[in-house]
């Protein structure tokens, strides 16, 4: 397994999760890692990445709430969700691209997100 995704859950409005992304070094070390996320019929969205040095992107929808960071002693990208919301509800998957401007040619498994309000 290339990308493995952890943390998922269900969490009441207001409250905060942490998904867990661990890849192979070879992928973490030369890839730009990201959060994306599918809610139920819709389009899967990316809403957060950060290069190998550390530098981050949001989405406006989750930006100021979520937080993404990289471990690289561990190779593992992280996903830190405040202040949920039920628009958050959505299943939730860790990526690995190359650039900004593709997708990611690598995906880890889903991780169900539930925002109850």
């Known amino acids: 397994v290339q990308l493995q995704a952890s943390g998922g859950g269900l969490v009441q409005a207001g409250g905060s999760l942490r998904l867990s992304c661990r890849a192979t070094a070879s992928i973490f070390n030369s890839n730009i890692m990201g959060w994306s996320r599918q809610a139920p019929g819709q389009q899967r969205v990316t809403i957060a990445t950060?290069?190998?040095?550390?530098?981050?992107l949001y989405t406006e929808s989750v930006g100021g709430r979520f937080t993404i960071s990289r471990d690289s002693a561990k190779n593992t990208v992280y996903l830190q969700m405040d202040e949920l919301k039920p628009e958050d509800t959505a299943i939730y998957y860790c990526?690995?691209?190359?650039?900004?401007?593709?997708?990611?040619?690598?995906w880890g498994q889903g991780t169900q997100v539930t925002v109850s309000s």
């Open positions: 990526g690995a691209r190359t650039s900004q401007y593709l997708q990611p040619h690598y």
């Open positions: 950060i290069t190998t040095r550390g530098a981050t």
